[in-house]
């Protein structure tokens, strides 16, 4: 596609459930970054794949967290047991992955809301 | 670990005037990137313009330049001839140089309103 996308754009999920989040990247790029936006704050990193492993998942929060990139493309960003504090914007960023070329191109976004 | 603060929560401009948004950053790289984004309702981050630090000269983009102190690390964006479309959250973000890429880190944002 043209640019990154995310679905769904908006998620109201009750405490304790389940959610899962799906970035779909700028085709051909091998990078992809998952950032979560909580009110009035700026993007905190929480999981970067090269390719279809984790490179770095230093950011999870906790094991309630998990991000899968199974073919190298698509990614699906799953919490389980939802808790309030989960409420946020759940980012999708991906890049070319080639040293020198090191612009992120964002996704508009999913606004998880936990009740 | 890297941070990177910007101590301006909000600002507004005029219309066809020119702003300066601050940004300074702490780490201990020699080598990096530094970036300007821009995030309006729409929650699309835009990337503004980027600087490497192994080059001295500012970055520029159009309306759009920076004031790149490195030994200050500071990073300061200037927007100049201010519209209206220019109103959204700033944030100014830091990556390390290292082959391929790595994630980058925020500062808090500054939320900019161009008035008419």
Known sequence: ?115 | AQTVTQSQPEMSVQEAETVTLSCTYDTSESNYYLFWYKQPPSRQMILVIRQEAYKQQNATENRFSVNFQKAAKSFSLKISDSQLGDTAMYFCAFMKHESGNTPLVFGKGTRLSVIA
């Open chain 1, 1 to 115: 596609g043209a640019g990154v996308s995310q679905t769904p754009s908006n998620k109201v999920t009750e405490k304790g459930k389940y959610v899962e989040l799906r970035c779909d990247p700028i085709s051909g790029h091998t990078a992809l970054y998952w950032y979560r936006q909580s009110l009035g704050q700026g993007p905190e990193f929480l999981i970067y794949f090269q390719g279809t492993g984790a490179a770095d998942d230093s950011g999870l929060p906790n094991d309630r967290f998990f991000a899968v990139r199974p073919e190298g493309s698509v990614s699906t960003l799953k919490i389980q047991r939802t808790e309030r504090g989960d409420s946020a914007v759940y980012l999708c960023a991906s890049s070319s992955g080639l040293a020198g070329r090191s612009e992120q191109y964002f996704g508009p976004g999913t606004r998880l809301t936990v009740t």
